[in-house]
Nanobody, 119 residues
Framework: QVQLVESGGGLVQPGGSLRLSCAASGGIFTIYNMRWYRQTPGKQHEMVAGVSGGGRIDYADSVKGRFSISRDNAKNTVYLQMNSLKPEDTAVYHC?????????????WGQGTQVTVSS
């Protein structure tokens, strides 16, 4: 059973920064893609940023230039550095990971971490 443990959410003032982490564990052989999504009430999941196993990085237009995604393959961990935060970035942020483990392909969601941007 793959487990994703997220951390780093919280309350921050507009213009501030937060760093989210998502660590994967549980019989993992290879991780392919690592992504961050966010969801607000009444809205669909929005992909915020993603990094592939080959290092390709994609960002939502709304966060380009402010957010930065990175991964540490030795730790099976993905990070999301969020700078210049705006009230509209308030959401529950989930990581999503896919790859191969001892019994085949997997994809899992993290439990979510709340990010609130407010003065």
């Amino acid at each position: 059973q793959v487990q994703l443990v997220e951390s780093g959410g919280g309350l921050v003032q507009p213009g501030g920064s937060l760093r989210l982490s998502c660590a994967a564990s549980g019989g993992i052989f290879t991780i392919y893609n690592m992504r961050w999504y966010r969801q607000t009430p009444g809205k669909q999941h929005e992909m915020v940023a993603g990094v592939s196993g080959g290092g390709r990085i994609d960002y939502a237009d709304s966060v380009k230039g402010r957010f930065s995604i990175s991964r540490d393959n030795a730790k099976n961990t993905v990070y999301l550095q969020m700078n210049s935060l705006k009230p509209e970035d308030t959401a529950v942020y989930h990581c999503w990971v896919d790859g191969n483990k001892n019994d085949g392909y997997f994809n899992y969601w993290g439990q979510g971490t709340q990010v609130t941007v407010s003065s």
